[in-house]
């Protein structure tokens, strides 16, 4: 059974940094794009960055542009989120998840396998 764990949240300073980990057992990441979404409170759940599995094409939502970075690790079924220059309104459960799909990446309706979310708080 497919089982995606996430790591790495935790309570951070704004300014700080952080490196969120995911990683899979029970399917293999070399033939699945991969991404993060996060729920901050009160909001829905939003798409935050994704990498293709092929081409290995790289998105990411306009609010974490540039002080973000997505990377994975097939060999050990893992995938990471890079996130600089921590904003209060960044404070959210961090999911990561896998899909199938190569394209339409921002859409969380593309993707078949969840972790449960790690939390991450920001503060002042």
């Known amino acids: 059974q497919a089982q995606l764990v996430e790591s790495g949240g935790g309570l951070v300073q704004a300014g700080g940094s952080l490196r969120l980990s995911c990683t899979a057992t029970?399917?293999?990441?070399?033939?699945?794009?991969l991404g993060w979404f996060r729920r901050s409170p009160g909001k829905e759940r939003e798409f935050v960055a994704a990498?293709?599995?092929?081409?290995?094409?790289?998105f990411y939502t306009d609010s974490v542009a540039g002080r973000c970075a997505i990377s994975r690790d097939n060999t050990n079924n893992t995938v990471y989120l890079q996130v600089d220059s921590l904003k209060l309104e960044d404070t959210a459960v961090y999911y990561c998840?896998?899909?199938?799909?190569?394209?339409?990446?921002?859409?969380?309706?593309?993707?078949?396998?969840w972790g449960q979310g790690t939390q991450v708080t920001v503060s002042s």
């Open positions: 998840a896998a899909s199938r799909f190569n394209s339409a990446l921002t859409d969380e309706s593309r993707y078949t396998y």
């Open positions: 990498v293709a599995w092929a081409g290995g094409g790289r």
């Open positions: 029970g399917i293999s990441f070399s033939r699945l794009s």
